[in-house]
């Protein structure tokens, strides 16, 4: 097919740019496409379009949701772990032995003495159990310091003159104006620490 | 553009227009004028922005709406052997007051806090009208969760202009168990013991976080740069804070008893070398520091160095018998005083001859007894051993400031000092080299280094220091440490020994007391105070624990047995007790005292 086709052309060369050659020469004709309507596809893009944007904005929207969450649930696990923490220190404010040991002693407790033990292998009993006493209690609290001798003076003594007669009663001393001593007229002693 | 002024339409009349728009050129002319005069300023501004400081702009642009967070790493406890908290970290907050907003309604906000927290009236007002000031604070280091609470009432209540700001709070739950080596804090950094020493593994390493904000929301797609922090470590030491506080205690009422100046004990595992309890007193209360002395604020057990006396002589004599220069019945004839390079050594009790075995001395703590049996040992050999218990030489368990001691070197060791050192004068110690030292015999004659830390850690010092590192080495042999054990064990005889006191009822106990005479502070000489000490272990025949308890001078005249005793007594009972530890049930020691 193609070598006649190429003895035409070379033939016919030098006629070309004549136009009644221009005119009468075969073509190939490309097949005309049946026109389809393009309606689906713009639909389809805009479909597409659209999606995306609505998408992209819910997708948005959940992101941000999930922000306002996050911060939220943060700042409860910031107030619940802090709660916590303020838990753990009460109890380790109740469990401190100072404190433990000065309510045992106020319900009367005291360090326990020696106990015995069993061997269960050897059947034999270990150690001489001794009872818990009160001599065993154990000074919980640091001696009070001594004060000063300004702050501690010695003790007033007021001794009780016995009046006869016409003088107050017993009961009516209790009435007895204060000047005489400045502690009320009951005699004090304290002790010195 | 066809123009009316040109061509005036014939018939119409001329309109004034053109004269107040003027010409067209020169319109047109003073409109690029303008423009152009507006669009040079435009580009001045331009050139001004981006030309002179751009990056000022830029970062005052990227600060709206960025917020920066310091993320504070937390830092790590300080736990017992239990995991018991000694100090831990807890989540707070600072509350700030803006005087500018609070000024108003001072008086009243400052009785509402003054009520709810620890904080005066007095000194609050002002700060609350402090003029000029939008900062001030109100209280600092309140649990998060009362500070909420005292914030959210006050908004409540209509109070305006306060905040609150992130403050971790330290906390010391058992106050003054184990204060003196915990240590505390100050404002911003450590002040005192482990919380300085181990200060690089505690604080941990803070992060940062910066991100973009709207609406106090984080932005999902904004700027965000997280750095996490990196906690501290906790550390675990080998203390037991039950047991350290029934230390701390009787030790208190032993020393207020006896009228001391200052006191310390030691409770230590006699197989691994832990320290379950090192207690101080006088102490302080590691939440309330300043409340206390600075003195009292360290571990004088560490750093307080002091002739041992007597308890110095098991060493001695555990030497003797290692070196196979002497036993336990060796006879000793102990005359009523000693003369020696023109000085005259004499014992705490006045006697005439006295035909004591070296069990006798022990029991009856002699002096010249003593020295008369260290002269068996070669030149030199009695401070070989003495380095080898440990003495003269830091133990390095992380305690700050701990004071080595001083064993005399081998050019000052004259026979005077070696007299001397044999019954424990002319050397000193820190308590808890003592205590290791007579563990020595306990453990079977091999002295396990102290400490204090479970595993291993690093001070700020770079020594590594802990169970981990913690080493042994023989000193003695086991049949030496086990006479010298038998022979401590008659010191407890109700008779013969000195410190009856010191049995721990169905216990075989060992023990030895120790009454110095003690260096004064002022004159470097002897000053006629004592320290006086009982160290001993239990149960005698397979020991778990050396307690060692040490009173420095005691002003009601007791000696290391009746101070010492009774307060190692108790400790050693309660610690049996509480590790359920039973009796051996073997016999106690009978060796025969005189002959």
Known sequence: MSSPATQLRTRIAPLIGSPAVEKARLRVVPRRAPQRTRVPFVFLVTLVLLGGVVGLLLFNTSMQQAAFATTALEDQAATLAARQQTLEMEIDTLRDPQRLAERAQQMGMVVSGTPAYLDLETHRVLGEPSPATAEQGLRLLPRPEAKPAVLDPEPIVEEVRQVIGDGPTAGSLDDLPDAESPLGGRPVTRDRD | ?595
């Not at chain 2, 119409?12 to 003027?22: C, I, N, T």
């Not at chain 2, 675990?236 to 207020?256: A, G, K, S």
């Not at chain 2, 008893?257 to 379950?276: I, N, P």
């Not at chain 2, 604020?297 to 560490?302: E, F, H, I, K, T």
Request: proline share 6%; charged share 25%.
């Open chain 2, 1 to 595: 553009m066809p123009s009316d002024t040109r061509t005036p339409r014939p018939g119409r009349p001329r309109k004034p227009r053109g004269s107040l728009r003027g010409s067209p050129l020169f319109r047109l002319r003073f409109g690029f004028l303008a423009i152009a005069m507006v669009l040079s300023v435009f580009g001045a501004r331009l050139v001004q922005l981006q030309g002179i400081d751009p990056k000022a702009y830029a970062e005052m642009a990227a600060a709206e709406g960025i917020v920066n967070v310091s993320l504070p790493a937390k830092r790590g406890d300080i736990l017992d052997r239990n995991g018991e908290p000694l100090a831990r970290s807890v989540e707070g907050l600072r509350i700030v007051a803006d005087p500018l907003l609070t000024t108003d309604q001072a008086p009243e906000l400052a009785k509402f806090l003054a009520n709810r927290l620890d904080v005066d009236y007095f000194s609050l007002l002002p700060r609350l009208r402090e003029e000029g000031s939008r900062y001030e604070y109100v209280a600092r280091r309140v649990p998060s969760t009362v500070a909420t609470r005292v914030v959210d009432e006050a908004a409540d209540r209509g109070f305006k202009g306060l905040f609150t700001e992130r403050d971790p709070v330290r906390d010391y739950p058992a106050h003054d168990v184990a204060a003196n080596l915990v240590g505390f804090m100050g404002i911003d950094k450590p002040l005192a013991g482990f919380e300085q020493t181990f200060d690089g593994l505690l604080a941990g390493t803070d992060g940062s976080a910066r991100y973009q904000v709207g609406g106090g929301n984080r932005l999902p797609l904004g700027d965000n740069t997280v750095v996490e922090p990196v906690d501290g470590q906790d550390i675990t030491t080998t203390l037991d804070q039950d047991l350290q506080w029934y230390t701390q205690r009787v030790l208190r009422q032993t020393v207020e008893d006896a009228r001391g100046d200052s006191g310390f004990a030691v409770v230590m595992d006699t197989r691994t070398g832990e320290l379950l309890a090192l207690a101080d007193h006088p102490t302080f209360d590691a939440a309330d520091p300043a409340a206390s002395d600075a003195t009292d604020r360290g571990s004088r057990a560490m750093s307080d160095v002091y002739e041992p006396g007597s308890v110095q002589k098991v060493l001695t004599v555990a030497g003797l018998l290692d070196a196979g220069k002497a036993t336990p019945e060796s006879r000793l004839r102990v005359p009523s005083e000693l003369r020696r390079d023109g000085r005259v050594i004499n014992d705490w009790f006045p006697h005439d001859e006295l035909k004591l075995t070296l069990a006798g001395v022990i029991a009856k703590s002699s002096n010249i007894g003593t020295v008369n049996a260290a002269d068996h040992f070669g030149r030199g050999e009695l401070r070989r051993y003495l380095a080898k218990f440990g003495l003269g030489e830091k133990t390095d368990i992380g305690v700050r400031s701990e004071a080595s001691g001083v064993l005399p070197s081998s050019s000052m060791w004259s026979s005077l000092v070696d007299d001397r050192v044999a019954f424990g004068q002319s050397l000193s110690v820190n308590a808890v080299q003592m205590a290791a030292a007579v563990n020595t015999i306990a453990n079977g004659g091999v002295h396990v280094d102290p400490s204090l830390i479970q595993g291993s850690a690093t001070t700020d010092d770079g020594v590594e220091v802990g169970t981990d590192v913690a080493t042994t080495r023989r000193v003695v042999s086991e049949k030496a440490a086990r006479g010298t054990a038998r022979m401590m064990e008659r010191v407890l005889d109700p008779e013969g020994g000195t410190a009856p006191g010191a049995a721990v009822p169905g216990y075989r106990v060992a023990g030895k007391t120790g009454t110095a005479q003690r260096v004064g502070e002022e004159c470097a000489c002897y000053d006629g105070t004592f320290t006086v000490s009982f160290a001993g272990f239990a149960p005698a025949d397979d020991p778990r624990f050396t307690v060692y308890v040490v009173v420095q001078n005691p002003r009601n005249g007791g000696g290391g047995g009746s101070v010492g005793g009774p307060a190692f007594s108790k400790i050693m009972s309660y610690a049996l007790k509480r590790y359920g530890v039973p009796p051996t049930g073997t016999k106690p020691s009978n060796l025969p005292l005189e002959w």
